[in-house]
């Protein structure tokens, strides 16, 4: 199976940066669409970002203009680069990535792993 693991999370102060990245692995696969979620406590997950084979790009509205969804398929990475993050931004972020049979992770909380967390505070 795929295994997807997001790094890059941390402590940040209002107004501070972080980059995200994801690393798809495992059996012999081709990606398609790569996306970034994230979830507070007490919150449904929600989508963050999505970006295409194209290279086209979705964001929700609540960070656009401040975040920055990339790829590297050379790697089977996807990152997100954050910046002005605001108290709001803090959750739990995770990837998912599609593939020629869907969605690596699906709708369930089983196969969406730890996620890496994103605290901004002072």
């Known amino acids: 199976q795929v295994q997807l693991v997001e790094s890059g999370g941390g402590l940040v102060q209002p107004g501070g940066s972080l980059r995200l990245s994801c690393t798809a692995s495992g059996s012999s696969f081709s990606i398609s669409t790569m996306g970034w979620y994230r979830q507070a406590p007490g919150k449904q997950r929600e989508l963050v970002a999505l970006i295409f084979n194209s290279g086209s790009t979705n964001y929700a509205d609540s960070v656009k203009g401040r975040f920055t969804i990339s790829r590297d398929n050379a790697k089977n990475t996807v990152y997100l680069q954050m910046n002005s993050l605001n108290p709001e931004d803090t959750a739990v972020y995770y990837c998912?990535?599609?593939?020629?049979?869907?969605?690596?992770?699906?709708?369930?909380?089983?196969?969406w792993g730890i996620g890496t967390l994103v605290t901004v505070s002072l």
């Open positions: 998912n990535v599609q593939i020629s049979t869907g969605w690596v992770r699906g709708l369930g909380m089983d196969s």
